[in-house]
């Protein structure tokens, strides 16, 4: 596809459709000293888990830690607290010792470009490539699940039967998806061009079999009731709103089977989520 003409649709599309998100509001307001700091603490939440939720959990904990050093001077247990209900309580931790490399190593500014980005605890390559575009409007070049999404409709046209269901044998790996990234960049506005391709992506999905089926990264989550990941969190929110507790209490407290319990609370220890001191469980620091 020509790049004027996708750009034109996706440009569009955001003008007539694009999302409003609280962490964007502040994003486009350059003089607000802690907006890189609400985009970093927006990407932590927003892995793997639905827009809509992670609103109020941003919205109060900028109210609560506005700044990387508030948010470092917590305790992990009330930073625990605080994620509890959002899921994958480790991204509350890698977040809290975030805050503590950039109070500690970067003077409390959140770094610029992903070179700096990438070193800080629970940054990986997308994180460091969105944080520095949407903090900073740097010209970074990254991949998400709808960014993916729209790449793939527009230029890897290879439409899924829907009558059969069927998936094309064809996978189109992240690696085909890059150069295009980096040929349709908009350089110019690099913050707002990622934020209409995101938003074309989510749009897709509801109006078509997601994209992403064809994509070679593609796979279905795991159900969450009664998965591992549900004992886990329950445990963590346990220990965190009622403070530490033996393994028979906790057990009592959570209703979790013996063998279940032991074996996520192993887990929790080798992740640094909970330490055991004496046959007493505790959030972990």
Known sequence: MDTTEFRKIIYANYKKAGRVFPWRQDAKDAGRQDAAWGVLVSEFMLQQTQTHRVIPY?????????RPADLAGASLETVLREWSGLGYNRRARYLWECAKAITEEHS?????????LL???GIGAYTAGAISCFAYNYPAVFIETNI?????????QDPLDDTAGKVPSGKVPDAEIFPILETVLDRKNPRKWYWALMDYGAALKKITVNPN??????????PFEGSFRQI??????????EGPASAKDLAARTGIETDNLYGALEALQKDSMVAEEGGV?????
């Open 58 to 66: 941003w919205e109060r904990w900028m109210g609560l830690w506005p």
């Open 108 to 116: 409390g500014t959140v770094p610029r470009v992903p070179e700096e």
């Open 119 to 121: 070193p800080l605890p």
């Open 148 to 156: 993916r999404a729209t790449v793939i409709h527009f230029y890897f």
């Open 213 to 222: 089926r064809r994509s070679a990264h593609y796979t279905r989550q795991s």
């Open 232 to 241: 886990r969190g329950r445990l963590i929110r346990a220990l965190a709103s």
């Open 281 to 285: 469980y505790r959030i972990g620091s």
